[in-house]
């Protein structure tokens, strides 16, 4: 099984998918990952390359990696010899910690959708390894050779923060960005406060795919419910691509899938467009 290509030509789009439902996004989502993937099928396994898939931690995408498992269980894919790239990792936080995105992913993706948890490639940012800027930059390429190394990610998963950052590149990021050191924006280090026990304990600094680095996948699948993230939306999808909109690199991208309920697409202007697109009366 060949890794899946993107659009050439005139094939390149962005399909927004405007959904009842939290519940039903997540069921979009996965439907449109699988469709990136198809090594994914237990059937295809020893025909070609296997599946490598990037993978997103946070909220939002929690309901699509159920979906993901359930099609496992009933045989429609499965993840035994693919590849996960996490997109990023909080810097300084020690080893095993809870809130460590590898330990995260181990949590919610690999234990839900059956990848190796040793297939899984998180850039290495724990308190145990933390040294110098020179370091972490060449942690930094480390993790880009890693990915190349896997052939390219077939199907990044991502969530949108609430100021429009993709992976923690947060606005102001360079386009063409790769792996590297960001600081977190204040915002994000409030948002993500939820998760410590303290405010004072969530990291300042992070390792995160670039924006750049992210664009390289074949296949981008974007989820987002909830009335929170309509302003980071309505830019990423209908205002200008700009970094001041990270997420805005969607419009770009070849092939990139939006995946919304109703709360989140609820400041698109072209929204009826959007539903006669998806319903097979148009194509964006
Ligand atoms: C997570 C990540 C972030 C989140 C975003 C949304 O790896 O890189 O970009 O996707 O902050 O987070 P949730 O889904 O928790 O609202």
């Known amino acids: 099984m060949q890794h899946a290509t993107a659009p050439v030509g005139g094939g390149a789009r962005m399909q927004v ?31 070609g390359l296997p ?23 009933r045989s429609e894919a499965w993840f035994g010899d693919a590849q996960g790239f996490a997109l990023d990792e909080y810097i300084g936080l020690p080893a095993g910690h809870p809130q460590s ?28 390894t933390t040294g110098t800027a020179a370091g972490f930059t060449r942690r930094a ?13 077939d199907v990044q998963i991502l969530g949108i923060g609430v100021n429009g950052h993709l992976g923690f590149n947060e606005p102001g990021s360079a386009l063409s960005s790769r792996t590297r050191v960001k600081r977190l924006a204040a915002q994000t280090r409030a948002d993500n406060a939820r998760f410590f026990a303290d405010p004072a304990d969530v990291p ?27 302003a980071a939306v309505a ?4 205002g200008a691509l700009s970094a001041s909109c990270p997420a805005s ?24 467009y959007y539903d006669d697109a998806a319903a097979g009366l148009g194509t964006p």
Not at 141 to 153: K, S, T
Not at 249 to 265: K, N, S, T, Y
Request: net charge positive.
């Open 141 to 153: 390429h480390d993790y880009e050779r890693q990915i190349i190394d896997a052939g390219g990610i």
């Open 17 to 47: 998918l405007i959904c009842t439902s939290p519940a039903q996004a997540a069921r979009s989502a996965a439907s449109a990952v699988l469709a990136g993937l198809p090594g994914a099928r237990k059937e295809a396994c020893n025909d």
């Open 249 to 272: 690199i969607l419009q770009w991208h070849p092939d990139a899938v939006v995946v919304l309920d109703g709360a989140a697409a609820a400041r698109l202007r072209n929204r009826s």
């Open 235 to 238: 830019a990423a999808v209908e």
């Open 204 to 230: 300042t600094h992070c390792l995160t795919q670039g924006l750049g680095t992210i664009a390289r996948a074949r296949r981008l699948v974007l989820i987002a419910t909830g009335s929170g993230k309509a």
């Open 101 to 128: 995105y590898r330990r995260i992913l181990e949590r919610e993706v690999c234990a839900v959708i059956g990848l190796a948890t040793h297939r899984l490639h998180v850039p290495d940012a724990t308190a145990e």
């Open 51 to 73: 599946p490598v898939l990037g993978l997103a931690t946070g909220s939002s995408p929690l309901g699509l990696y159920a979906e993901l498992g359930r099609a496992v269980e």
